[in-house]
């Protein structure tokens, strides 16, 4: 059974840094190209970043370019997304999965940007 554990989510004030971890289980990890996305409130899911089995090839959306890093450790089935330089409409609940997407979501984790 797949399972998508995400954490790290808070209230940061604009331009700070948070990290996010997705502790992943159920599957081969190290087999699956795994993504961030979001949803903002009141919006859809919005596609984050991609990161491919190995990790050294990195995908963004334009939107966090230049301030977040997507990583994984494939020993500790563990995906990671620093983010820097946060901004008020990077505000969303972060979910993982992975590329091809799962049918299974986890509960997400909620980011604030706010003084």
């Known amino acids: 059974e797949v399972q998508l554990v995400e954490s790290g989510g808070g209230l940061v004030q604009p331009g700070g840094s948070l990290r996010l971890s997705c502790a992943a289980s159920?599957?081969?990890?190290?087999?699956?190209?795994m993504t961030w996305v979001r949803q903002a409130p009141g919006k859809g899911l919005e596609w984050v970043s991609r990161i491919n089995v190995g990790g050294s090839n990195t995908i963004y959306a334009d939107s966090v370019k230049g301030r977040f890093t997507i990583s994984r450790d494939n020993a500790k089935n563990t995906l990671y997304l620093q983010m820097n330089s946060l901004k008020r409409d990077d505000t969303a609940v972060y979910f993982c999965n992975g590329d091809p997407q799962f049918e299974y979501w986890g509960q997400g984790t909620l980011v604030i940007v706010s003084e």
């Open positions: 159920g599957f081969t990890f190290s087999s699956v190209e």
